[in-house]
Each structure stands twice: as structure tokens, then as C-alpha cells.
């Protein structure tokens, strides 16, 4: 069974760093896309970041410039490098993936990992 782990959240003040990791685990036999999504209360769940398996890249223009995405093929891991956060990005964290595993092609959903930007 594939499970993805996700780990990195926690309270920041404004203008501050952290760094999401997001690891797949399982019968894997590849990791196609993976990004990060956030649901902040009362909103809808949004895309953050994504990178393909060759490591293109995209990201919302709301974070563009202050977060990176990155991934380690080997590890099956991807990250999220959030600097200059603000109040704004508060949010449950979300990881995505599509894997190829032993049950076929699915898209799979971490447990989420809370961030917190306040003073």
C-alpha cells in the first residue's frame, strides 16, 4: 500500500522559513507528479507548487519568488522551501502525487501538516 508522509509544518512568525517534506512509501515502481496544495478555514483547497519527474516547475503567483519545490527521485521525496512567509499562508499543507505502484496508477493524498505564520 502507498502512503505519502509528510512532515515540516509548525508555527512561524511573519518573514520566517520552513521546510515541508513529503516522502512515498510503499510497492512504488515510479513517482510521476508531485506538488503541494494548502486549505486555509473556510476556503477552498488551492495549488501551492508542482514539479513533473524531469523537474519542471510550476507554482501560484501568490507564493512565486518566496517558495521552491524541489525532489529527490531516489528518496521518492519532494519538498516545499517556504521563506518570507506571511500571515497569509497559514494553512493545512497538503502533498500530491501520482504513483505507479503495485495496484496500478493513482493519485495519492498525504494526512496534511498544519503551517502557522503569526507573531
Known amino acids: 500500500q502507498v502512503q505519502l508522509v509528510e512532515s515540516g509544518g509548525g508555527l512561524v512568525q511573519p518573514g520566517g522559513s520552513l521546510r515541508l517534506s513529503c516522502a512515498a512509501s510503499?510497492?512504488?515502481?515510479?513517482?510521476?507528479?508531485m506538488g503541494w496544495y494548502r486549505q486555509a478555514p473556510g476556503k477552498q483547497r488551492e495549488l501551492v507548487a508542482a514539479?513533473?519527474?524531469?523537474?519542471?516547475?510550476n507554482y501560484a503567483d501568490s507564493v512565486k519568488g518566496r517558495f521552491t519545490i524541489s525532489r529527490d527521485n531516489a528518496k521518492n521525496t519532494v519538498y516545499l522551501q517556504m521563506n518570507r512567509l506571511k500571515p497569509e499562508d497559514t494553512a493545512v499543507y497538503y502533498c500530491?502525487?501520482?504513483?505507479?505502484?503495485?495496484?496500478?496508477?493513482?493519485?495519492?493524498w498525504g494526512q496534511g501538516t498544519q503551517v502557522t505564520v503569526s507573531s
Open positions: 500530491n502525487a501520482d504513483i505507479w505502484g503495485s495496484l496500478g496508477t493513482h493519485n495519492y
Open positions: 514539479i513533473t519527474s524531469a523537474y519542471n516547475t
Open positions: 510503499g510497492s512504488i515502481f515510479r513517482v510521476y507528479a
